[in-house]
């Protein structure tokens, strides 16, 4: 089943305590992104990645690392999390990017992971 | 800046019709996107719309301004399942998502 996983789907820490939430998708899809989701507000891109070894900042990417290692996976780090990381985080991929010349892809997103940061 | 608008939450009964509306002030645009996220799960996608019209899929509308800044999604036939939050994202010029906030669906019987 093509699918996006994420891993924890919930996850409670504390200030300070780095943390990794995984990514990984089957679909063989170049373009990989993190967002994170609060209440009165859209989704908002942390990073982005176009392919293997290729990451660009997001609208939100302070106090987030990722890399991209290999096609499937996209992990996100948190090297000292705080309060205001408290959110709902999605992971979403896609064939070769948002958009291009003459074409635009769908993004499919992982279940989602609940952090919540005391 | 860029902007996108949409109601907060709606109300609709089951059968019936219901319009939400987007609104968006963007740098460039290369196109408008709809999807339907229940709570607590993962976004879908819905449709896409890039040129003015209407685009309809079976019992989903979404339709396009692009003079207007304006796009609504039409959901006919109301079915419970409906009951979700409808979020509107405009692919401005760099070819970045700018999302809504996301409108409340609520189905009453």
């Known amino acids: 089943e093509a699918q996006v996983t994420q891993n924890p789907r919930y996850l409670i820490t504390v200030t300070g305590k780095k943390l990794t939430v995984t990514c990984s998708q089957n679909?063989?899809?170049?373009?990989m992104s993190w967002y994170r989701q609060d209440p009165g507000l859209g989704l908002r891109q942390i990073y982005y990645?176009?392919?293997?070894?290729?990451?660009d900042k997001g609208d939100v990417p302070e106090g987030y690392k990722v890399s991209r290692k290999e096609k499937r996976n996209f992990p996100l780090i948190l090297e000292s999390p705080s309060p205001n990381q408290t959110s709902l985080y999605f992971c979403?991929?896609?064939?070769?990017?948002?958009?291009?010349?003459?074409?635009?892809?769908?993004?499919?997103f992982g279940p989602g992971t609940r952090l919540t940061v005391l | 800046g860029q902007n996108i608008d949409q109601p907060t939450e709606m109300t609709a009964t089951e059968g019936a019709i219901v319009q939400i509306n987007c609104t968006y002030q963007?740098?460039?645009?290369?196109?408008l996107f709809w999807y339907q996220q229940h709570a607590g799960e993962a976004p879908t996608f819905l449709s896409y719309?890039?040129l003015d019209g209407l685009e309809e899929k079976g019992r989903f509308s979404s339709f396009l301004s692009r003079s207007k800044g304006y796009s609504y999604l039409l959901l006919k036939e109301l079915q419970m399942k409906d009951s979700a939050s409808y979020l509107c994202?405009?692919?401005?010029?760099?070819?970045?998502?700018?999302w809504g906030a996301g409108t409340k669906l609520i189905i009453k019987p």
């Open positions: 990645s176009m392919n293997v070894e290729v990451t």
């Open positions: 994202a405009v692919m401005d010029s760099n070819y970045q998502l700018i």
């Open positions: 963007t740098s460039g645009f290369n196109g």
């Open positions: 719309n890039v």
């Open positions: 679909m063989n899809h170049e373009y």
């Open positions: 979403a991929s896609s064939l070769r990017g948002l958009a291009g010349e003459g074409y635009t892809d769908t993004q499919y």
